[in-house]
């Protein structure tokens, strides 16, 4: 919806579209756990803290746009204690499993949700990693590489206590050894920090030249705390590395996340309800700067849901992305909306 509350017309209705980033969770039981409840991102998490098949059902084929299929993004969901410390994290793809086979059901209509899966191994175990990947493989077909998260700032406000990582993870020796084993396994790597970090995924991509990357959320620029009103002051150091990052041709990006309270674009939420028109106009600068410097065949556009939900309506969100590839080629659309997604998680068979 727009800021009048009238729902937006859906543009281009027909353009296939494989959203490669989202997340499933049950966060209710946690909620008191969380330090900073006025945290904004704490504060975009708490409305949707029950996020599982219906709500994103709900999100989708209510949405209007032609979503064919959709990745998983890990998130610590449905952990299983069980399985022992290292393994526990095998209970999040048998989760989501369960729900990509409901979604294949047919029931549901054509999309093809949780397609491919992206879990989570714990890489600061080096070597050993290679077990947890092994057990992650076995636990679904759908499953294709991992995030290993590495945000972190020196002002503990940017991200709070539960998102906060320990600083330098992607130049750690040990975190390398087990980053090794993707290589030996085909599997794809996510990673997501923040954008004075950069230069850190830079290099991890310049040591390992053949292990597939994707970068999350454009780098995610950050516009709160000690960083509010500094976008536009950051934005050149930003680009640089963006345009860096992209002579790395094992990266590919995703264009997206800016919707996220950490980025302050917008900085009111949650749904803030801005117009399509009006978050394009924000988001341009990033999302341009990205596709000038991967191209379309190394980009590809994502929800981040229900985590963007902090400054964008699902429908609408689509539209703003639409509205930022207008002056695309039918091929380029193409790639941004599900190409580029279908290739890098090796889901082409949604494609047809």
């Known amino acids: 919806m727009n800021e009048s509350g009238v729902p937006e017309a859906i543009l281009e209705p027909d353009l296939a579209i494989i959203d490669p980033h989202h997340h499933l969770w049950d966060l209710r039981p946690m909620l008191g756990m969380f330090p900073q409840p006025h945290h904004p991102f704490i504060a ?5 803290a029950y996020y599982t098949f219906d709500q994103l059902h709900a999100h989708l084929a209510g949405s209007g746009h032609n979503i064919i299929g959709t990745v998983y993004m890990e998130c610590g969901a449905f952990y299983n204690g069980a ?6 994290t095998v209970g999040e793809v048998e989760f989501v499993n369960g729900i990509a086979a409901q979604s294949a059901s047919g029931l549901y209509g054509p999309a093809r949700y949780c397609a491919g899966i992206v879990g989570h191994a714990d890489l600061m ?7 947890v990947l092994d057990a992650l493989a076995a636990a679904s077909p759908r499953f294709g590489g991992i995030r290993h998260a590495a945000a ?4 503990a406000q940017v991200l709070g206590p539960p998102f906060h990582h320990p600083q330098g993870l992607y130049r750690d020796a040990t975190f390398r050894e087990g980053f090794a084993e993707l290589g030996k396994r085909g599997l794809t790597f996510d990673a ?7 230069p850190d995924v ?3 991509a310049r040591a390992f030249p053949d292990q597939p990357i994707c970068l999350d959320h454009v780098g995610t620029p950050v516009g709160l ?4 009103g500094r976008l536009h002051e950051r934005f050149d150091t930003w680009r640089h590395n963006i345009r860096e990052l992209a002579r790395c041709e094992n990266v590919v990006v995703k264009l997206g996340g800016l919707a996220m309270a950490f980025c302050a674009l917008p900085e009111e939420g949650p749904a803030a309800g801005h117009s399509s028109e009006h978050l394009a106009a924000l988001w341009r600068p990033y999302i341009e700067t990205c596709i000038e410097a991967f191209g379309p065949q190394r980009a590809m556009f994502e929800s981040n849901y229900p985590v963007d939900y902090w400054g964008a309506d699902y429908g609408v969100l689509w539209n703003a992305f639409k509205r930022l590839t207008r ?6 659309k193409a790639a941004l909306f599900a190409g580029t997604a279908a290739r890098f998680y090796g889901i082409e068979h949604l494609l047809g």
């Open 327 to 332: 002056s695309a080629s039918a091929d380029e």
């Open 44 to 48: 975009a998490i708490i409305p949707n």
């Open 225 to 228: 705390a000690s960083y509010k």
């Open 202 to 204: 830079i290099d991890l």
């Open 192 to 198: 997501w920090l923040l954008e004075p970090q950069l």
């Open 83 to 88: 399985y022992g410390d290292a393994l526990k």
């Open 125 to 131: 175990r080096g070597s050993h990693a290679g077990e």
């Open 152 to 155: 972190w700032d020196a002002d």
